[in-house]
């Protein structure tokens, strides 16, 4: 998993840190598949998933929102390289 994520925050995801919360945002986020409904923000293509203190982060949903970011960007996963 680590090397997937590393490689999506290569290709120019955003994280933010605040001193109440961390921000994860998706540059073409408006066009993710987002089953979990977990995306927020109204913009024309930013989306974004906020974390406060005392969240449940949910790993799984946020790899999956990854993966979702990396198929959009054209990218290709690990497993799935020759």
Do not use: Y
């Not at 955003?14 to 986020?29: I, P, S, Y």
């Amino acid at each position: 998993m680590a090397t997937t994520v590393d490689a999506w925050f290569d290709q120019g995801s955003a994280r933010q840190r605040a001193k109440t919360h961390v921000t994860l945002g998706f540059q073409q986020g408006a066009v993710l598949n987002d089953p979990h409904g977990v995306l927020c923000g109204e913009g024309k293509q930013m989306r974004h998933v906020t974390f406060e203190e005392g969240d449940d982060v949910d790993a799984a949903v946020c790899a999956d929102l990854i993966r979702e970011a990396i198929r959009v960007d054209g990218g290709r996963l690990p497993e799935e390289a020759p």
